[in-house]
């Protein structure tokens, strides 16, 4: 019987390492991903074109609509922005692979996701996503060798 695999690495969670993730694990920005920000002008412009003394609701809803327009184009900085700003952000995180799952562990943070529980694994250019019930992880090939990685694409 072969000897059971348990590995482990360490790594920072800093700005590089956020915006990897970003990069590498959220989808293409679509035209799609602009429709909450034309609904929201379209009926602010609409309420301008009613006769009222009182635009304020008018002009508060286009603002609005700028302002969803521009953190759609501009999603990496804002999540980088405010994962950056989370308790967690610069923390020290040990990954734990092993025959049951993949295990995180920091200060703020204990989570363990079991094989079982992944629905799929994609191989990218910098890392590996781990697509499961409740979301995305994405493991950057920069904390992991060569032997947690083939590991983890034996459970494809």
Known sequence: MSEPFHQSTSFKL???????????????????????????????LGLMFLKSDNYYIAYFLVALSLIEVFSVKHKQAWWVWRQLLSKSAHQKVELIINDTGIETKSDHNNSQLLWGDINSIEQTEQGVLLQHEKGVNYLSNGHLSEEMIEFILQHK
């Open 14 to 44: 800093d700005k590089a390492h956020f915006v990897e993730c970003f990069q590498q694990s959220a989808p293409a920005t679509q035209l799609k991903d602009y429709r909450k920000a034309a609904i929201i002008g379209l009926l602010g």
